[in-house]
């Protein structure tokens, strides 16, 4: 398995240090969690270029609607949690 030399702040080595945390584990975690989480957002840019390829782009009336319907969306998942 290859190396990589990786710097964290004093304040997250003294964490891990005195947590016992396994420091390996945690940043291959992290790399993996965060490179999954990129190439999620490269497929939704796929797919929305492709969307619009076959239906066009969005009007400014349903995107002002497509809005409101996030916005609904987060202020219940909000209200919910809260």
Do not use: C, F, W
Request: hydrophobic share 35%.
């Amino acid at each position: 398995m290859p190396r990589l030399q990786v710097y964290l702040p004093d304040d997250l080595y003294h964490e891990v240090k005195s947590r016992g945390l396994p420091a390996s584990e945690l940043l291959q975690e992290a790399v993996r969690a965060e490179l999954q989480r990129r190439r999620a957002l490269d497929a939704t840019d796929d797919y929305l270029t492709a969307l619009a390829q076959e239906v066009g782009e969005p009007t400014p009336r349903q995107l002002s609607r497509a809005d409101s319907i996030v916005r609904r969306i987060r202020n219940r998942q909000v209200n919910q949690a809260g």
